[in-house]
């Protein structure tokens, strides 16, 4: 048998090979790594956006916040700014605005119809209220509106209640003012008819709770009080007025039946006092009858003087030597002068018909009288007793002046009343000049008449020389000084001085020079061969008691020693 | 106008309010540089997965040079496992017919299995090298893939670092809109308080 080998087959058997499975699996294991990597930085990625997210968010937010909180900041200073800026001027426009308002409500209520109703209404509305509007629009901050508001609630409120007030005020006096009218119908017909009392009271009480109840305005307050006033003051006026008519008609008339009925509106002592009042008043009135007629008397003098000096000024004239034409129609105006005034013009009309028919006496041939002429002269300047042509047409009928002096002094009168010389200044001076020319007072009876001749020579010249300088305004501020040797009123009485010796002796001449004597230069008059005490040697009307030698003056009843001193 | 505890307030509020604002500017520039060097550090990964990325290329390299290595080894054996099989089946036959068998009945059995273990052999040496080539080719597909997968991230951290940027810039914008804010307020809050005194 052919040896064989047998077939030598090398070990069978497939190996796998963890090659592929082992880099499969690192490369997921790396690429799961790579994913994390990536994932963890996405992740942070994320977180940080996140962050930054909300990290922008609370900047912007903090930003908005603190800018916002800035801007209130800005904003409540500039508000606070604006609330004190308005709030500072709106007090002042606010007091301001008050004021006006008082003004404006009081001149309405002063110019109101007290019994129109709608007074405070149509103030509020036309007047407060726009003005608070007004007043309001210029606030523009909320604290200053806050003010404006409040003055707007405070001055409404206020003139809600004064309104009110003073509208029921005004309606109360208006109430008062038509019962008052009432109330003094009431008094008059009281007055005249006092038995008509009850029924004036029933009509007052009626009358005045119904003007009272009817107003629109009037509160229960005043209302109530006003009627109380009225029905009080009311019923004791026109109780008053009843016994004041009751007393007008019998002074003395017994009034204690009204003391007992009416005791509550009128007392006693009042009722006294009434009664009292009326019987002084009946005397008053008898005075005033008397004063009036005296009045009327003194009237229709005055106007009768004032007819008579036109008269006289209308007819009478005088040519240069003094002699006095009368025009015819003199004696008609006289006697209608009459008259008209029969009471007053009387006297000066007959006064003037008696100088008028002096005047027609062809025969008459006057010379001064010294002593009228005298008087006639100061009374020139006398305020209590003045001369008038009256006057001096008396004293030229009576032939105490001649027509020289007539017209000479009723010039002087026209010119003093013209230019008046009356004053105490005047006076003064006048009796300064009449003391320098007249000699009076050396305690022995007697008249100086040439002094008083001369005196009223010097007046006629002086006072129209005087006058007339005065009125060309030319007069020297010593016209009028007596003592200055210079001055014109010196002057004019220069021509009329006399002496000592040639003054006694003129001053004898009057008293025949018996009864008088001359001791050591003193002139003393004689009482029964006793001269008297040079104290007494003033008073004319001495009276010697020769059984004490006392003295006595018959005019004032005064006694004196026998040395003349008083007892 | 009045001087009251709110002018003092406002005094206050407004230096807190200038301090505040530094502080946002000094906060935000922080924050923003600490976002700028996290973005550095991502950028930083993106280098390391770009290098390892190029490794991974080489790897790949490789990996398809042993494939090659391995296909052309098996092709080597496979010849050599023929020769072996022909010179045995070839010594088998010279036996037999040294024998004088004819190829005949045992003779053939024996020749035919040798035939058939030869082409087993031959078979599993095949399917063993073509084995170890899908190994090979799976490990150079695994390290594309890893070389791939690397420059991805890589890129994609480089976006987010960008990103990281981006937020550091946006928190110094924020951090400089809250400072304006602080400085407005402190301004205005400074403003209300000195008017009063200037008002006054």
Known sequence: MANIRAFDTPALGLKPTETGVESRAATARRVGGFYNQEASALQQLGRDTESLGSFEGQQIKQAGAKVGSGIEAAGDAYVAYEDHKEISHGAAVASDMFVNLEKQWNDTVKNADPNDPSVAAKFKETVLQPSLDK????????????FADGIVNRYRQHFDTKTAADTSTMAGIAAKQNATQTINSLSSAVYLDPSSLDTAIDTLTHSAGHIVDSSPTIDAETGARVKSELNQKGIESLVKSAVSGMIEKNPNVDLDAIQKKYGQYINGGELKMFQRAAQTQAKANKLADKQLETYQRQQQDYAAKSATAKVVSDNFSADENGNITIKPGAIKQALDIARKYPEAGAAPADTMLKFIQSQQNQERKVVDNPAVVTDLSNRLFDPNNPLTEMDLMRASTKGDISDHTYTKLKGMIGD???SPLKGPVYQDTMKAAHSTLVLTGVGIPGKDDVGEQNYAKFVQSFIPQYIAKSRAGTLEPNALDVKDPNSMISKAMQPFRRGLTERINDYMSSLGGAAVTTTNGVTSRLYGGVPAPAALGGIASLQRNPTTGEWRDQATGKSYNKDGSPK | MVISSSTFSNAGGAVSDLFGGIGDILQGGLKAKGLNIQAE?????????????????RATVLAEQNKQFTETSNAIQESQLDRSNYLQIGGQQAAIAGAGGAASGSALDILADSARQGALSKQVLGQQGMITEAGYEEQAASYKTLADTARTTAAGEQNIANETDQLAKDTKSASDIAAIG???????????????????
Request: glycine share 6%; net charge negative.
């Open chain 1, 135 to 146: 007043f309001a629009e210029n606030f523009t901050t909320e604290n200053s509106q806050k």
């Open chain 1, 416 to 418: 003093l009343e013209t």
């Open chain 2, 41 to 57: 550090g991502l950028r930083l990964k993106a280098t390391g997965d770009l290098a390892e990325a190029t490794n991974y290329d």
């Open chain 2, 182 to 200: 602080s400085f407005a307020s402190s301004a205005l809050k400074g403003a209300a308080a000195i008017a009063p005194f200037l008002l006054i």
